[in-house]
C-alpha cells in the first residue's frame, strides 16, 4: 500500500485521536535521539509506538518525531507504518 494511501486510512479511523483522548494505549516500540543534522530542534526524538486497543489489541505502528516541549514535530500528526484492520496487516 502506498504512504498515503495508509496515512487516509489511518486519519479516517481516529486512531490518533482516540490516542490524545486516552481512550487508547500506547506502547514504545523504538526510541532513538536525532541527530543535529536532520534540522529539528536538539533533544527531539524519533519513535516508533504502537496504539493499542482495550484489549491490548495492536491496532496500529506509527512513527513521530518527539519534540522537546512533548509535541510532535512535521504536521503534528504521527505518520502510520502498519494497521490490522479486521485482522488484515496493512503497510507501506
Not at 506502547?27 to 486497543?53: C, F, I, K, N
Request: glycine fraction near 10%.
Amino acid at each position: 500500500m502506498e504512504p498515503s494511501e495508509i496515512r487516509e486510512l489511518f486519519n479516517i479511523s481516529g486512531l490518533f485521536e482516540r490516542v490524545v483522548r486516552g481512550d487508547l494505549r500506547t506502547v514504545l516500540e523504538a526510541d532513538r535521539s536525532v541527530r543535529a543534522e536532520v534540522g529539528l530542534p536538539e533533544g527531539t526524538r524519533s519513535q516508533m509506538v504502537w496504539y493499542l486497543g482495550q484489549e491490548g489489541q495492536k491496532l496500529a505502528l506509527v512513527h513521530h518525531y518527539l519534540l522537546p516541549d512533548g509535541t510532535i514535530g512535521g504536521s503534528g500528526r504521527p505518520d502510520p507504518k502498519q494497521m490490522i484492520l479486521d485482522d488484515e496487516i496493512i503497510y507501506c
